[in-house]
C-alpha cells in the first residue's frame, strides 16, 4: 500500500539553507520536527491541551445542530469552502464541522478530476451543480479555486485559463451573494516545516499513507510556486460579498475551532448560545491576503 507511492529524496531550499528531505526514511529529521509547529511564524509555540479543544469543540458542535434545524425552518443554505496547502487540514476542519450534523442535511463535496464531458463544460459548472438547496449545508474540500492554484502550477490549465479564472470567480460569487445563502471562503495556511513533518506522518502510518499522493510529492519542490499563486489568488478574489477568511493552521485544533468560530458568529440563528461560542483568536484567525503578512 505504501509502496505504491512513488518515492524520492529532494533537496530544498529553505530559508537559504540547503536541506534534504526523504519522506520514506522513518526517522523525521531534527530540523523539520524542532521547527514545524512555529514555521511560518506560528504564534504560539504548544499545541492547545486536548482536553480544552474537546471541551470547546463539543460546544461549538451543539451550536452547528442548532443551525442545522434553523436552516430546516427557514430554509436558508450555507456554503462552506476549505481551501489550503495539501496537509493544510482542510478534511479534518470538515470532519469537526459535520460530525454531529444530519448527514441528509450536511453534504461535504470533494470533486474528483473531471470527466470528458465536464472539461468540455463552463469551468464553474459542475461546481455550480452541487450547490445547497433549501435547508442544505455544504462543505466542499477543495473547490473551484483548484484553477487558482493546483492546475496552474502542476500544468493543468493554460495561462489563459487561469486568468479568465480570477476575472470571473467573483462574478459568479457575486451571484451567490445576491442569492442569499451564507458563504464561507477558508484559507488553511500552514508553514513549510509543518506540511514536511504531516507529509512524513502520512507516508508512516498506516491508516494515512492513502491521504500521501504522487501530486503531494511534486509539490515538495513547488513551495514557491504555491506561495505565488496564493496572494494572487486572496488578491484577486478577496471581495467585500465573499471575503477569504485565513486561518494560521499549524495547531489544527486552533484552527478547527476558530473556522467554526467564525461561521457560528456570522449566522444569526434560533438559540444562538454567544457564550457557548466565545471569541475567535485574532492571531489564528484574519481577514484577506493582509493577515499573511
Known sequence: MADDVES?????????KK???DVDDPVLPDWVDEEA??????PYNKKLKEEEYVEDLEKLQVELV????WLQATGKRVMALFEGRDAAGKGGAISASSAHMNPRLARVVALTKPTDREAGQWYFQRYVAQFPTAGEFVLFDRSWYNRAGVEPVMGFCTPKQYEDFLAQAPQVEKVIAHEGIFFFKFYLDIGRE???KRFHDRRHDPLKVWKLSSMDIAALTKWGDYSEKRDRMLKETHTEYAPWTVIHANDKRRARLN?????LKS????GKD???IGKPDDKIIGSGPGFLK
Open 8 to 16: 524520492r529524496a529532494v533537496e530544498l531550499d529553505i530559508r537559504g
Open 19 to 21: 536541506r534534504v528531505f
Open 37 to 42: 509547529l512555529k514555521s511560518g511564524d506560528f
Open 66 to 69: 442548532k443551525v442545522q434545524f
Open 194 to 196: 509543518m506540511q514536511l
Open 259 to 263: 473556522l467554526i468560530r467564525h461561521m
Open 267 to 270: 449566522i444569526d440563528y434560533d
Open 274 to 276: 454567544k457564550d457557548a
